[in-house]
């Protein structure tokens, strides 16, 4: 079965402070896994993609990388605007989606 | 306009109501999605269509009820709703067969009473 598990569930960082959000999933045959922040009351919103281990992508304070069995979402020296919830997706199948249930990031100044 | 719009932003409504929650999307994409958010859980997918077809029915009560009229509009119909099919519904979009990013809406939050 599809499955996808974030962690932690829930991070507190300090300004400055980089860290690591984890994503391990496991598909049968991976087309492609995806990285979005959700603010509270919003949809998700797109972030990354990623389609084979090894690969890498960038954007500010964000990069992704990704593995044969996991991706990792470093933040380098967050800030209080990049509290969110961040969600990692697989596509599993066709133009379907198989979503974790997130970490919830909160930046204190 | 552009992106993935949703309305309405909140929506109350009765165990006996009939209410439609409508998605568009102005990003020239061939594929439409309804997913439902609920506390402390995943993205649920509830229905796919691609070219205005249906091909994804997530074993999904009768009581929700999807309409696609053409590549840019989505309805979900609701009708005798239960407190617990309340939630965050969020539509979304993309563009090619697979391995493409989904863009979403900013959701629908229903409230069951």
């Known amino acids: 079965e599809d499955q996808v598990t974030q962690s932690p569930e829930a991070l507190r960082l300090q300004e400055g402070e980089s860290s690591s959000l984890n994503c391990s999933y496991t598909?049968?045959?991976?087309?492609?896994l995806f990285w979005y922040r959700q603010d509270p009351g919003k949809g998700p919103e797109f972030l990354f993609t990623?389609?084979?281990a090894g690969e890498e992508k960038e954007k500010e304070r964000l990069k992704a990388t990704l593995t044969k069995k996991e991706s990792f979402l470093h933040i380098t020296a967050p800030k209080p605007e990049d509290s969110a919830t961040y969600l990692c997706?697989?596509?599993?199948?066709?133009?379907?989606?198989?979503f974790g249930t997130g970490t919830r990031l909160l930046v204190s100044p | 306009e552009t992106g993935v719009t949703q309305t309405p932003r909140h929506l109350v409504m009765g165990m006996t109501n009939k209410k439609s929650l409508k998605c568009e999307q102005h990003?020239?994409?061939?594929?439409m999605y309804w997913y439902k958010q609920s506390a402390k859980k995943p993205l649920e997918l509830m229905f796919v269509?691609?070219?205005?077809?249906?091909?994804e029915n997530n074993s999904v009560p009768s009581r929700f009820s999807p309409e696609c009229p053409n590549s840019s509009h989505l309805f979900l119909h609701l009708h005798t709703l239960q407190p617990e099919d309340s939630a965050l519904y969020l539509c979304?979009?993309?563009?090619?067969?697979?391995?493409?990013?989904?863009?979403f809406g900013q959701g629908t939050r229903l409230t069951v009473v």
């Open positions: 997706a697989v596509q599993a199948g066709f133009q379907k989606l198989v």
């Open positions: 598909v049968s045959g991976l087309r492609g």
């Open positions: 269509y691609s070219l205005e077809e249906r091909v």
């Open positions: 979304a979009s993309s563009q090619g067969k697979g391995g493409t990013e989904a863009f």
């Open positions: 990003l020239g994409h061939n594929a």
């Open positions: 990623l389609y084979s």
